[in-house]
């Protein structure tokens, strides 16, 4: 009765008996699966290669980026045709984030993503099928550079655009404690042209919509967070929600630390790129000052430059590795 966790522990032949008479069924299980919201920041739109090119070619304006999250169609009931998260159930002696990585990489060809848990879902009827618990992981990728993959209950994988309004409902200030009811709305959008799909795919743009309710309760010097999904469009489960909080998680992180944003850069960057990136996870500008402040532990200049007509040659930085992981 081994267990790779447990190190060097011995059992007593007292508990090793009490354990071979223990009977786990007499317990319900849930079935276990991991999702994870794939992030990337891309180009924004999709299939407009010659607008692409234009774009790269101005040297005064630098390509639009979006914030993207990576989405498959379910080809299977439950929920068929609509659009889930990619992952999908634990195997046996397979820990969350072995299923994480298998699963990350079945479906986007990718191996060393970030990818991080960002939540626990595992209401009884959040899924026909029975209890099934979702644990859910935050991954960076480089969206560009990955292989799309769709699986054997995926029709097709594409990426979305990503708009995300937060509407505050109100708030109420008493002798115990604060009560915050905020509202957001999800909306995603995608008319790629270059999309994974097991059968003939439509070129036509797919809209996804959400109305997702936040109730927040401070007591006792203690947070308790709560979101239900109002209203739901085109998306599979209560992943609407889970996109949700993911997307609260990223920005959250992006804030307090921001080294979580390096894992959607190239290797090589400049300051004003991985400036784009912060302000298109945040949704809000940035002071270039400020910033730059900010960033200059987590930054190292290279000797090497990126060069364009009409312009200054602009200098290319990498992460510093002594900031990163000391």
Known sequence: MGNRNMGKYKMSEEERR???SYDITQFDRPSVVADMAVFSIMGK??????KQVRDRDNYRKLPEKTLKILLIKRGTYPY??????PGGFCQSKETVYETARRELYEE?????AYLNPCGIYGEPDRDPRGWIISHTFLALIDGEKCELRAGTDAWEARWFDISFIKKEKKKIVGKDGVVIDNEYLLQLTNSDIGVTNL???VDKEVCLSAEISEHREFKDYHETVEYRVVRSKGFAFDHAKI????????????EEDGKIVFDMMPELFTLTQL???????LDKKLLVANFRRKMADYVVETKQIVEGAGHRPAKLFKRNLDTFYK
């Open 275 to 281: 400036q784009r990136a912060f302000e298109t996870i």
């Open 199 to 201: 059968r003939d795919c």
């Open 108 to 112: 986007t060809h990718v191996k060393n």
């Open 18 to 20: 009490y354990l071979d």
């Open 45 to 50: 739109g999709g299939g407009n290669e010659k």
């Open 243 to 254: 996109i949700t909080c993911a997307v609260l998680d990223l920005r959250k992180r992006a």
């Open 80 to 85: 068929k045709d609509c659009w889930a998260l």
